[in-house]
DNA sequence: GGTTCGATTCTAGCACCGCTAGACAATCGA
DNA sequence: TCGATTGTCTAGCGGTGCTAGAATCGAACC
């Protein structure tokens, strides 16, 4: 009884312990690097082992980018939350957004670059994911401005905001006046 | 003499056809079906011609991105042209960046989400992207807004296009309310 | 026209990838 | 203590991007 309790703590750690250390390892040295021997090999187990806990690399990364959704909802969150009016909460709101971008580029890549076999917007989207959609919706929902729908609107800004973290982090625009564009863009989209 | 030059000839046609072939197999089933061995096959050489025009891959990747943006900046500067007011024609440039990108995913993905060893926003961009970027902006900067920098506004405008873009295509946005989201993006953005 | 020689192209192979079958070892229940 | 079950590993498959060196071709000269 207990002896099986152990075994499912123990599978569970070491399921943690490989979603953690592919996230490192990602962040360390970009995805490409996260092969499956380098990533068996440095938690200390064969690479079949793998195998017992994810279907394959995908769902591995798909681990990362739920870790990562649960990550930047509780960060978007925790800036409106901090902010005032509603103008100013969405201005945090996108601080916070493109900042959780460029300081966990591997878990963003994750989350939206990569494919980690995730369905979205869909029934079987899983619920962190339904839940970072929906810190952004609270806050933004309410700049939507009159008749436009708040979902809508959320999709819009959010679009805006994953284009600048990814063009940015691309070296397409240039990262000096990245402040510059959120100020605008909170400017003319938000409703105050 | 002749003989030098009608090889060289040869040489630049069999580069095209190296391209188009890899553009048309990365349309057909994905970047990740372009494997130097199949576009070897399908242009009936061996792997090392290939090498012998491009360094590796990525810049293959990179060539195919060269083509795309001349291609872009044209659909978007006819769609501009075919338009009245600076209002009307930032919703025909945001269609057609749009509808570029639904119709040529691939050749999007090269540009924007592939590494083709391309230079951005910088001194040694390639010149075709930055007319890409040339041609957004001169429609983009007639409705930039008093006080605001035309190529500050370009950079969002655009991220913004590229995030509804990519997005979208990943299954990220419902597709269904596609014209909506730029209608209402456009409404926000565009100073008339 | 035959021969030489340089340019061009190919064959074969490297190290690596994701993934898996089957051998082996450790652990549990009787 | 033994047998069965569970867990893990070794070894290997077919694929990848890329390259060294062999082989072939074709242009130019005698």
Request: glycine letters at 6%.
């Amino acid at each position: 009884m207990s002896v099986q309790e152990r075994k499912e703590r123990e599978r569970a750690a070491r399921e943690r312990l490989i979603v953690a250390t592919a996230r490192e390892l990602a962040e360390q040295q970009g995805w490409d690097a996260v092969t499956t021997r380098r990533l068996a090999d440095r938690i200390e187990y064969s690479q079949p082992v793998l195998y017992s806990h994810f279907r394959g690399k995908r769902e591995i990364i798909g681990a990362v980018a739920l870790q990562g959704a649960a990550e930047m909802a509780a960060a978007v969150r925790a800036a409106a939350l901090a902010a005032a009016g509603p103008r100013t909460r969405v201005t945090a709101l996108a601080r916070a957004y493109l900042d959780f971008a460029e300081r966990n580029p591997a878990v963003y890549d994750a989350m939206f670059q990569l494919d980690g076999g995730l369905a979205f917007a869909a029934e079987d989207t899983p619920e962190p994911l339904k839940d970072a959609f929906a810190a952004l919706l609270e806050s933004l929902g309410e700049v939507a401005g009159d008749g436009v729908h708040p979902g809508l609107f959320t999709e819009v800004f959010w679009a805006a905001l994953h284009g600048l973290a990814t063009l940015t982090r691309a070296g397409r625009l240039p990262p000096a006046e990245a402040e510059r564009r959120v100020e605008l863009l909170v400017e003319r989209l938000a409703m105050a």
